[in-house]
């Protein structure tokens, strides 16, 4: 976690991100600066084409990032690794599209722009990390200059606005962009999907903590185990070595002296221990962070050994054994010479308890078998013990199995309930009616909706200046795609109007229920008020989902008829079915001139 703090920061993140609706040029940018609560600001812009590394591979999709100067970056920087920045002449990769793909540092590509061909020479390797690696599913990224895209996509303007101010703080970020919206709209440019980014919190802390969370409490449990393993294998030996406590007794030697001697013993076995799990402790520590950052395209610094991680496994491993054992080895050392000679030994109380008793009067069994039965309960201290000690080892492996299972069964039902194999988003609207029935003309289709999409700000009251953000989802009322979780009320029906579903926690936040209104602002659309039907358990988009009727979205937000998002259901579920169903409809859609 602290190496990705540390990466994060100095990659010196943008407090607010806003992605427009439409294209700024330079001066636009430049008068954000001079707004209240504005202390630096840079332009960038994110376009999307297809590509291959040669002609034998299918087209991909890909992010083209444009920067204005790779050179001076001013915020969310990016890092080269080899190579150069991108120019006239050359476009730069992100690490992890070279790994994932295996494309070569200093290879080329084809980019399939406007139904052309282009060719590139990647000239540089850069680390970027706010990219979504195609490890988790992401597509691949590039980089441009400014010049080849303008030669390529006929801009050189800015798409997407990164912000900073002076002090960071949630409400003074909430400030700053209500500002710097309101301004936008002044000059007729939509702000569309937002993001306020804490500079001291890393955006995937929240997945590192729920991991750290889980290794935290499983290394309790293992401790835990541990100590009782301890304290039963004192207890054995104890067991095994009372006539011997006795003579050492009997020729003089103190309850201190023999105490001291197994305590010896104890931090023996402790430091052998720890000679064995320091050294192969780090060593898969190392490689567990290394696979995680890895993941999260996170740098990952050289083998360096944690002071206070050492110090703190030197301390546990040390005294914990010693607390662990200083009980069952002061029961032992405690009996008197004639306990110790005896033959009973430390057990020499059986037969006088009830349960003892019970036994006893048990006949007709075969003495193996009666032997059996009773042998355990001589020392009920020690079968205590063991129970305790079986049971937690079967706790924490149920536990395991049980979180496992859990995770994957959630994640399984959540894609389930998704209903979808593929899903296509266009760079223009498109009516609904022809573009569904050119997708369903399509070999390998099983169904297939069109939806509208909208980042919005979700209010409890009219007045409210700020509220939760929202992802607005227009889609059909009687889908046969998505068939979410209903955890409170119902989920959308034809004859609805102004009607919304909304996730759970996302209903909390805003502090309202099933039955209340919601006030949706849609920025340059509007606000409109809808009524709360159901809450439903959804995970995408951080939870922050609210879903209406489609006909009834689209007229809010003025285009009628119209969609962009294609959500499609294949009838076979494999990976290659799949990407060739998209290819055909990705083809379909591109001879008609829409991308």
């Known amino acids: 976690p602290s190496n990705m703090t540390r990466s994060f920061r100095e990659s010196d993140p943008a407090h607010l991100t806003i992605y427009l609706r439409s294209l700024i040029d330079d001066d636009v940018l430049k008068s954000l600066t001079r707004l209240p609560g504005v202390a630096g600001v840079e332009g960038a812009l994110d376009m999307s084409a297809r590509w291959r590394s040669d002609p034998n591979t299918p087209w991909r999709d890909a992010n083209i990032v444009i920067r204005d100067d790779y050179s001076a970056q001013k915020f969310d920087r990016l890092e080269l690794l080899s190579g150069q920045w991108p120019d006239r002449q050359a476009i730069a990769a992100e690490r992890t599209t070279l790994s994932s793909f295996q494309l070569p540092a200093d290879g080329t590509i084809t980019l399939l722009i406007d139904d052309r061909e282009h060719t590139f020479h990647i000239g540089g390797a850069v680390r970027d990390l706010r990219i979504y690696p195609p490890a988790f599913g992401g597509n691949a990224t590039f980089y441009m200059s400014r010049d080849m895209a303008e030669a390529l996509f006929g801009t050189r303007a800015f798409g997407q606005v990164k912000i900073q101010m002076p002090v960071f703080s949630q409400r003074a970020a909430e400030d700053t962009l209500q500002v710097v919206k309101n301004h936008l709209d ?48 004192i207890n054995a030996i104890i067991a095994q070595q009372t006539t011997q406590i006795g003579m050492m007794k009997a020729v003089g030697a103190t309850t201190g002296q023999v105490l001291r001697l197994y305590m010896s013993g104890v931090i023996f076995y402790s430091l052998l221990a720890l000679f064995i799990a320091v050294p192969l402790g780090a060593l898969a520590t190392y490689s567990l962070s290394d696979m995680l950052l890895e993941l999260l395209n996170v740098p990952v610094e050289g083998f360096r050994v944690s002071s206070p991680a050492l110090t703190q496994q030197i301390g546990v491993g040390l005294l914990a054994p010693l607390l662990a054992g200083l009980w069952p080895v002061l029961a032992g050392v405690r009996i008197t010479v004639r306990e110790a000679i005896s033959s009973y030994g430390i057990g020499t109380g059986y037969g006088r308890g009830i349960l003892d008793r019970f036994l006893g009067h048990i006949r007709g069994l075969p003495r193996p078998m009666a032997l059996t039965l009773r042998n355990p309960f001589r020392r009920k201290g020690r079968a205590v013990l063991t129970q305790i000690t079986l049971i937690a080892a079967g706790v924490v492996f149920m536990m395991v199995y049980s979180v496992n299972v859990s995770f994957t069964d959630t994640i399984k039902s959540i894609f389930t309930s998704l209903g979808l194999d593929t899903f296509i988003g266009l760079n223009q609207t498109v009516r609904i009616e022809e573009a569904e029935a050119l997708i369903k003309a399509q070999p390998g289709i099983a169904q297939v909706e069109l939806r509208g999409f909208r980042t919005s700000t979700a209010l409890r009251n009219a007045d409210d200046r700020v509220g939760e953000r929202i992802y607005v989802n227009g889609l059909p009322p009687d889908t046969q795609l998505f068939q979410p979780a209903i955890i409170e009320g119902r989920w959308l029906l034809p004859e609805d109007g102004h009607a919304i579903v909304l996730n759970q926690k996302l209903l909390g936040k805003l502090g309202l229920k099933v039955g209340d209104q919601v006030i949706i602002d849609m920025d340059t659309a509007g606000k409109s008020t809808w009524t709360i039907v159901g809450a439903i358990f959804d995970l995408s988009n951080n939870q922050a989902n609210g879903y209406v009727p489609r006909d009834v979205f689209l007229r809010e937000v003025g285009q009628v008829g119209r969609a962009g998002l294609v959500y499609i259901q294949t009838i076979k579920h494999d990976a290659a079915s799949q990407a060739d169903v998209m290819n055909r409809v990705r083809a379909a859609f591109e001879s008609r001139g829409i991308s």
Do not use: E, M
């Open 186 to 233: 002044k000059i007729g440019v939509g702000a569309g999907y937002t993001i306020i980014q804490d500079p001291n919190r890393h955006f995937n802390q929240d997945l590192v903590d729920a991991v750290t969370l889980i290794l935290a409490v499983l290394a309790v449990l293992s401790l835990g185990l541990g100590l009782f393993l301890v304290i039963n294998t």
